[in-house]
T-cell receptor
Framework: SQKIEQNSEALNIQEGKTATLTCNYTNYSPAYLQWYRQDPGRGPVFLLLIRENEKEKRKERLKVTFDTTLKQSLFHITASQPADSATYLCALDSSWDMRFGAGTRLTVKP | NAGVTQTPKFRVLKTGQSMTLLCAQDMNHEYMYWYRQDPGMGLRLIHYSVGEGTTAKGEVPDGYNVSRLKKQNFLLGLESAAPSQTSVYFC????????????FGDGTRLSIL
């Protein structure tokens, strides 16, 4: 069966460090992969999209990699700040069928 | 520009009651979606619509019905609420079916007693 796993439910890091979140999947061949941010009591907000033929994509302090051989995406936040504290969701994008991971709750401590 | 608006924000129902959740978007998007989000689980697609007058089943459609009479609105109905339907419901819209970000509302928190 199809499965999406995001590393650990929670990740705590110190301000200024790089946060690395992992999204692994099985029995799925998405053409795209998306990352979203969700704050408590709010809906997810789109951050980045990466195509299957792209290895890496960057946006300001954010970087996403997509390895279709390993079936894994890594999401990095460099120079992390307390304002980056939120839950981050990966989503496998294949036509209308967007499948979301359960998310990783990131806490950046000052 | 409000984006995606969901009403109500909170609701408590008794088992067997019915209700309708409303979603409205002002981005002229063709695609609209209803998800539920439960602790420890990812967002799961209930129903979706690829345009006005069309609807289709998602991953967990049982116990729910939807309608898309106007392009900007997507309604989710619970005919006979069950405790297992206690969840947070999110509506989303997108310009296309793939390679497009989804824009989400802030959710409806529904409790079934």
């Amino acid at each position: 069966s199809q499965k999406i796993e995001q590393n650990s439910e929670a990740l705590n890091i110190q301000e200024g460090k790089t946060a690395t979140l992992t999204c692994n999947y099985t029995n799925y061949s998405p053409a795209y992969l998306q990352w979203y941010r969700q704050d408590p009591g709010r809906g997810p907000v789109f951050l980045l999209l990466i195509r299957e033929n792209e290895k890496e994509k960057r946006k300001e302090r954010l970087k996403v990699t997509f390895d279709t051989t390993l079936k894994q995406s890594l999401f990095h936040i460099t120079a992390s700040q307390p304002a980056d504290s939120a839950t981050y969701l990966c989503a496998l994008d294949s036509s209308w069928d967007m499948r979301f991971g359960a998310g990783t709750r990131l806490t950046v401590k000052p | 520009n409000a984006g995606v608006t969901q009403t109500p924000k909170f609701r408590v129902l008794k088992t067997g009651q019915s209700m309708t959740l409303l979603c409205a978007q002002d981005m002229n998007h063709e695609y609209m979606y209803w998800y539920r989000q439960d602790p420890g689980m990812g967002l799961r697609l209930i129903h979706y619509s690829v345009g006005e007058g069309t609807t289709a089943k998602g991953e967990v459609p049982d116990g729910y019905n939807v309608s898309r009479l106007k392009k900007q609105n997507f309604l989710l109905g619970l005919e006979s609420a069950a405790p297992s339907q206690t969840s947070v419901y999110f509506c989303a819209s997108s310009a296309g079916s793939s390679n497009q970000p989804q824009h989400f509302g802030d959710g409806t928190r529904l409790s079934i007693l």
